[in-house]
């Protein structure tokens, strides 16, 4: 890192993987996820429990998975920037601001190679929740059941385009739920989605209220299960702030592949139902959900693509130039503001069964370590 004196702002961007050592005095890193070893033994440095959920996990009977969405990065960036603070040109004072952008977008996976990964990630979640010991309504069944059908015409249809908040640079996201269903996690469709839901709600055919009402005529608990598929690690030492001088702008970031979500379950004991026959309306206490999620991601160990390219455009090339050049004559002049940018772009190419297979292998793994803790909890007195 150079820094010449506040007049120019050299820029890094660490487009390798971060190494990270354990040094003296330091504590090492915690083991990373091991796919060969049993989801008891490391569920405990991966899975957090939400408030209560030791209390009220216990109350679940018999499970129907209700919804399953498993949301994948399809492009991901980070940006840093340096910044003189507010009071940055008192004395006299110029300086020429620097802000740099790596960017990773995954190529080879099309809208049906994940809705089929999507099909088998939660169709596997069925299976291994029946493994783990939670008595669960069969999928065919559930498809069968007109509420439940109901519920998933009435949600959003599959698959949803989800940009991550904020301003400027996002992750871009798309969200798969099985064929046949849709998605209506107020995470994911928004406020105003969830207006329209609320329109919905006066009429009687919302999403929550059908599922309300498949679990009262299954008897059933309603699983929900949110898998996270990312692709790539940022790290950005952020843009400052209006009374720090931050003299410096750095990105770090590799490919890496990551499975992160949760799992809650709506309670059959705690739901409202009120009405008669085609009337009747159920309700689930949104305060009493047992909760299970990420504490650190799952991150694969093995190679999950079959090349890293630089696609750096020559637009973004001779924009950075020309930009560059107006900063320097800015700052040669001293002239107020000018911005340095440097932006830089690579391709992730993967093959849809090299990635598929990392993709359901670690993705298992994570919904393993949720069943146990869940379970564990459970059994906890």
Not at 16 to 22: C, D, F, G, P, R
Not at 24 to 45: L, R
Not at 176 to 205: E, H, N, S, W
Request: proline share 4%; with cysteine; net charge positive.
């Amino acid at each position: 890192m150079k820094n010449l004196h506040r007049k120019a702002l050299a820029v890094s961007a660490l487009a390798s993987a971060a190494v990270l050592t354990a040094c003296a005095g330091k504590v090492a890193p915690p083991e990373p996820f091991n796919p060969a070893q049993a989801a008891e033994a490391q569920a405990a440095s991966f899975i957090a429990q939400g408030k209560n959920a030791d209390k009220y996990i216990k109350q679940v009977k018999k499970v129907a998975i209700t919804s399953c969405n498993v949301m994948f990065a399809f492009k991901s960036n980070a940006s840093a920037g340096t910044s003189g603070g507010m009071f940055a040109e008192a004395g006299g004072v110029t300086r020429a601001e620097a802000k740099v952008t790596v960017e990773y977008n995954l190529h080879g996976m099309d809208d049906a190679a994940m809705q089929k990964l999507t099909n088998e990630i939660c169709a596997s979640a069925e299976s291994r929740t029946r493994a783990a010991g939670f008595d669960v309504i069969p999928g065919n069944v559930l498809a069968a059941n007109a509420n439940f059908q109901g519920m998933h015409k009435n949600a959003r249809a599959t698959p949803f385009d989800y940009k991550s908040p904020g301003k400027g640079e996002s992750t871009k996201y798309k969200v798969y739920a099985p064929t046949g269903q849709g998605i209506f996690d107020p995470r994911f469709i928004g406020v105003m989605a969830g207006l329209g839901a609320a329109f919905k709600a006066a009429k009687g055919d919302n999403p929550m209220q059908y599922e309300g009402k498949v679990m009262d005529e299954l008897g059933a608990d309603a699983m929900h299960l949110n898998i996270l598929v990312d692709f790539s690690d940022m790290q950005s030492d952020g843009h400052g702030g209006a009374f720090v001088s931050k003299d410096s702008a750095n990105v770090k970031a590799e490919a890496r592949l990551a499975i992160s979500g949760d799992m809650s379950f709506l309670l059959n004991s705690e739901l409202n139902c009120w009405g008669k026959d085609a009337k009747r309306q159920c309700g689930a206490d949104l305060g009493k959900v047992p909760t299970f999620n990420t504490s650190r991601p799952v991150i694969s160990g093995q190679p999950f693509y079959k090349a890293l390219r630089n696609e750096t455009t020559t637009g973004d090339k001779v924009g950075s130039a020309v930009t560059k050049g107006l900063a320097m004559l800015a700052a040669a002049s001293g002239t107020k503001g000018g911005m340095s940018v440097d932006i830089t772009r690579y391709g992730v190419d993967v093959d849809p069964v090299q990635y598929g297979g990392e993709v359901k292998k670690y993705a298992g793994g994570f919904i393993d370590m949720l069943l146990v803790t869940a379970k564990s909890a459970a059994a906890a007195k």
